[in-house]
T-cell receptor
Framework: KAGVTQTPRYLIKTRGQQVTLSCSPI?????VSWYQQTPGQGLQFLFE???????NKGNFPGRFSGRQFSNSRSEMNVSTLELGDSALYLC????????????FGEGSRLTVL | GQNIDQPTEMTATEGAIVQINCTYQ??????LFWYQQHAGEAPTFLSY????GLEEKGRFSSFLSRSKGYSYLLLKELQMKDSASYLC??????????FGPGTRLSALP
């Protein structure tokens, strides 16, 4: 069974640009959540999607958005990038909402210059 | 809201028993999870407690006391490959996972 796949793995952007990150969950998993990981803040929850609906949202500005498609694949978008957005963005999938362990992808490492 | 606290760093010798503590405050509780994250890699699931008591899984065990808002992860026979960050995470019912800051464990020969 293939694991969680995130693309791209690495990317460099400049301030003011926008970025879209993609996540394909494990086959059969319907819940996808996104996290931002930085050395100072640890793992911070961004949002969680289940059946194409956002179920929970973390304390991030509106520049951070996401969506989930009917095949459970998910994307997150960050607009008007700031230097502080440089981080590892991790996607995790689970079989269903509100239960179960998380299976993480390798992450997308974003550097904003 | 939810607040989770863990020691920042720990060091132990190969073969030792290591206990990593986690304290939490939460408005709802639907499980406490432990994840291991090696440097540069994704977190991987280690163990899960929803009821009080000890859950054993090979060299790893996890304990939970819901009344005290306390959990620990116990690593027996520490190996060099156990050098990693250990993340405590709490899930509230209908809520997202909240992760602690992580404990960076270094195993010394």
């Amino acid at each position: 069974k293939a694991g969680v796949t995130q693309t791209p793995r690495y990317l460099i952007k400049t301030r003011g640009q926008q970025v879209t990150l993609s996540c394909s969950p494990i086959s059969g998993h319907r819940s996808v959540s996104w996290y931002q990981q930085t050395p100072g803040q640890g793992l911070q929850f961004l949002f969680e999607y289940f059946s194409e609906t956002q179920r929970n949202k973390g304390n991030f500005p509106g520049r951070f958005s996401g969506r989930q498609f009917s095949n459970s694949r998910s994307e997150m978008n960050v607009s008007t990038l700031e230097l502080g957005d440089s981080a590892l963005y991790l996607c995790a999938s689970s079989q269903t909402f509100n239960t179960g362990e998380l299976f993480f992808g390798e992450g997308s490492r974003l550097t904003v210059l | 809201g939810q607040n989770i606290d863990q020691p920042t760093e720990m060091t132990a010798t190969e073969g030792a028993i290591v206990q990593i503590n986690c304290t939490y405050q939460t408005s709802g509780f639907n499980g406490l999870f432990w994840y291991q994250q090696h440097a540069g890699e994704a977190p991987t699931f280690l163990s899960y407690n929803v009821l009080d008591g000890l859950e054993e899984k090979g060299r790893f065990s996890s304990f939970l006391s819901r009344s005290k808002g306390y959990s620990y992860l116990l690593l027996k026979e520490l190996q060099m490959k156990d050098s990693a960050s250990y993340l405590c995470a709490v899930k509230g019912y209908g809520q997202n996972f909240v992760f602690g800051p992580g404990t960076r464990l270094s195993a010394l020969p």
